[in-house]
T-cell receptor, first 116, second 113 residues
């Protein structure tokens, strides 16, 4: 079974530029998550999708971050414009369901973003 | 609000010795508890979870964790550590009716040969 795929793996941009990350979840997983992991901290949930609908984006800085999951499969996370404090690893995860049996989250390798 | 604490930033052990990584949580009710491991430049890998039932949970790579409700702890253990266990370990908690995972800050484990 293929795991969660993410690209790019690394990205360096200047502040005020825009950037986009792509995620392809495990086949059949209805729930998709984007996390931000700042160095020295645990991952923090940015947004959660159930199929192609948003179920939790309470911690997403909506003035600069946006995400979509068209057709309920792949997802894209965008930052525009980027700030220095956005430097982090952006992790995508997926799970079979939101709750009950099968809700373990499986993580991709992450995209390391450096904003200079 | 739910929260999880990993009181040790770093744990150092010699290969072959027992390994313990501590985790405590400060929530009420019956949370679900998880351990994940992160190797350099890789995503988090699921190790084990506690949902209900037996307080001792066995997971991948010889790890186990013990749920202690009275002490609100979920410590990760391995009887005999390997150098390859050197990694960053995260404890996480969620409620059954809340689909959000809250992670601890992580504990860096170094196993020396």
């Amino acid at each position: 079974e293929a795991g969660v795929a993410q690209s790019p793996r690394y990205k360096i941009i200047e502040k005020r530029q825009s950037v986009a990350f792509w995620c392809n979840p495990i086949s059949g997983h209805a729930t998709l998550y984007w996390y931000q992991q700042i160095l020295g901290q645990g991952p923090k949930l940015l947004i959660q999708f159930q199929n192609n609908g948003v179920v939790d984006d309470s911690q997403l800085p909506k003035d600069r971050f946006s995400a979509e999951r068209l057709k309920g499969v792949d997802s894209t996370l965008k930052i525009q414009p980027a700030k220095l404090e956005d430097s982090a690893v952006y992790l995508c995860a997926s799970s079979l369901v939101r709750g009950g049996v099968g809700f373990e989250q499986y993580f991709g390798p992450g995209t390391r973003l450096t904003v200079t | 609000a739910q929260s999880v604490a990993q009181p040790e930033d770093q744990v150092n052990v010699a290969e072959g010795n027992p390994l313990t990584v501590k985790c405590t949580y400060s929530v009420s009710g019956n949370p679900y508890l998880f351990w994940y491991v992160q190797y350099p430049n890789r995503g988090l890998q699921f190790l084990l979870k506690y949902i209900t039932g037996d307080n001792l949970v066995k997971g991948s790579y010889g790890f186990e964790a013990e749920f202690n409700k009275s002490q609100t702890s979920f410590h990760l253990k391995k009887p005999s550590a390997l150098v390859s266990d050197s990694a960053l370990y995260f404890c996480a908690v969620r409620f059954p009716n809340d689909y959000k995972l809250s992670f601890g800050a992580g504990t860096t484990v170094t196993v020396r040969a």
